[in-house]
């Protein structure tokens, strides 16, 4: 299994629409979630993060987590044309000195004027 | 302005050379982090550094090298030994501690680098 796994892309959706992101993780011990964005020949841009179960909002961004299932998703509601990009999942595994992310390979999302 | 700078934003080498990339930030982040990005595959982590004059490898160190001396910067050494250099090279910083775990990290404009 992989460490970090994005559902199979690309997601297209109208604009105004609702995109669904997810994301599952194999380490249970894994301790903190993020979610980035990335445009195309561009580095990624930290959007959300979150470390408790459950749902967070920023705008129109909420992350969900949801420990015991080992997932996290993301919602983007109001999809808007410039929401198009690359989504990578991030998750950190160990503590400390050994506190390092895993990303997925990304999701690409298209959002349709 | 606060941020994290890379340089050069492009990079071509020759087959047998080595090339270093530059890592700078002005954070004040303790931990810093060098990744590769080719397409398809994710980011892979290749080195990181949570203290100066501390480094760790990562998951693809093989044909890198790097260094800590200052708290701001952490430059990478593609070196010849690294097979498929060409890549997106990215560099990451994180305001954590040792003692932390959250790890949010903020990533430069990277260094897209092509072997001729």
């Known amino acids: 299994q992989k460490e970090v796994e994005q559902n199979s892309g690309p997601l297209s959706v109208p604009e105004g629409a609702i995109a669904s992101l997810n994301c599952t993780y194999s380490?249970?011990?894994?301790?903190?979630f993020f979610w980035y964005r990335q445009y195309s020949g561009k580095s990624p841009e930290l959007i959300m993060s979150?470390?408790?179960?459950g749902d967070k909002e920023d705008g129109r961004f909420t992350a969900q987590l949801n420990k015991a299932s080992q997932y996290v998703s993301l919602l983007i509601r109001d999809s808007q044309p410039s929401d198009s990009a690359t989504y990578l999942c991030?998750?950190?595994?160990?503590?400390?000195?050994?506190?390092?992310?895993?990303f997925g390979k990304g999701i690409t999302l298209s959002v349709r004027p | 302005d606060g941020g994290i700078t890379q340089s050069p934003k492009y990079l071509f080498r020759k087959e047998g050379q080595n090339v270093t990339l530059s890592c700078e930030q002005n954070?004040?982040?303790?931990?810093m982090y060098w990744y590769r990005q080719d397409p398809g595959q994710g980011l892979r982590l290749i080195y990181y550094?949570?203290?100066?004059?501390?480094?760790q490898k990562g998951d693809i160190a093989e044909g890198y090298s790097v260094s800590r001396e200052k708290k701001e910067s952490f430059p990478l050494t593609v070196t010849s030994a690294q097979k498929n250099p060409t890549a997106f090279y990215l560099c990451?910083?994180?305001?954590?501690?040792?003692?932390?775990?959250?790890?949010?990290?903020?990533f430069g404009p990277g260094t897209r680098l092509t072997v001729l």
């Open positions: 954070l004040n982040h303790d931990a």
């Open positions: 550094s949570q203290i100066v004059n501390d480094f």
């Open positions: 991030a998750v950190n595994r160990g503590t400390g000195a050994n506190s390092k992310l895993t």
């Open positions: 380490d249970r011990g894994s301790q903190s």
């Open positions: 990451a910083s994180s305001p954590r501690a040792l003692a932390f775990s959250y790890n949010e990290q903020f």
């Open positions: 979150i470390y408790s179960n």
